[in-house]
T-cell receptor, first 113, second 111 residues
Framework: AQSVTQLGSHVSVSEGALVLLRCNYS??????LFWYVQYPNQGLQLLLK??????LVKGINGFEAEFKKSETSFHLTKPSAHMSDAAEYFC???????????FGKGTRLHILP | DVKVTQSSRYLVKRTGEKVFLECVQD?????MFWYRQDPGLGLRLIYF???????EKGDIPEGYSVSREKKERFSLILESASTNQTSMYLC??????????FGPGTRLTVT
């Protein structure tokens, strides 16, 4: 069965510092992988997705993620954090077979001034 | 842009009431989903639908039902609301084999 683990329910970084949010997945077949962001009192918005093309995926707002099959990871990074990045981030996996997406429990990103 | 709308942003209901949560998407998507979101538990799938009049149980269907009479509309029904159904409810839609697009959510409080 497929699953997603996000390491750290809360992560704090200083404004201007590197953002790294960790995600590991388990899947018996090559997966589709996603990162979503949720701002306060809003729904989820797609940041980026991996669909077996390039392993380094660039998304919106300066975020990117790298698919590493050997490590079963899909970590999200941004070189320089901005106050507006404060939100909750969800990693998700899909096998495409039935279009369901399995979400991780989320990581809340706090930006320190 | 894909737009997914939900009928209410905030809703307060009493225990035992029948509650309808409506979701409408405007991009002719085949798939629609209902999730609930609770702190520390992430998103949990309640029900989903691949086509009109079709429905499939998700991970936590107990206490809920759904209706999809038209392709663009997917309704979540709480037959008899209970306090443990107080939560944020999120609707999403997608094309086949593609990412999901989410509505803004309905924060339901059952007292």
């Amino acid at each position: 069965a497929q699953s997603v683990t996000q390491l750290g329910s809360h992560v704090s970084v200083s404004e201007g510092a590197l953002v790294l949010l960790r995600c590991n997945y388990s899947s018996s077949v090559p997966p589709y992988l996603f990162w979503y962001v949720q701002y306060p009192n809003q729904g989820l918005q797609l940041l980026l997705k991996y669909t077996s093309a390039a392993t380094l995926v660039k998304g919106i707002n300066g975020f990117e993620a790298e698919f590493k099959k050997s490590e079963t990871s899909f970590h999200l990074t941004k070189p320089s954090a901005h106050m507006s990045d404060a939100a909750e981030y969800f990693c998700a996996v899909s096998l495409n077979r039935d279009d369901k997406i399995i979400f991780g429990k989320g990581t809340r990103l706090h930006i320190l001034p | 842009d894909v737009k997914v709308t939900q009928s209410s942003r905030y809703l307060v209901k009493r225990t035992g009431e029948k509650v309808f949560l409506e979701c409408v998407q405007d991009m002719d998507h085949e798939n629609m989903f209902w999730y609930r979101q609770d702190p520390g538990l992430g998103l949990r799938l309640i029900y989903f639908s691949y086509d009109v009049k079709m429905k499939e149980k998700g991970d936590i269907p107990e206490g809920y039902s759904v209706s999809r009479e038209k392709k663009e509309r997917f309704s979540l029904i709480l037959e008899s609301a209970s306090t443990n159904q107080t939560s944020m409810y999120l609707c999403a839609s997608s094309l086949q084999s593609s990412e999901q697009y989410f509505g803004p959510g309905t924060r339901l409080t059952v007292t």
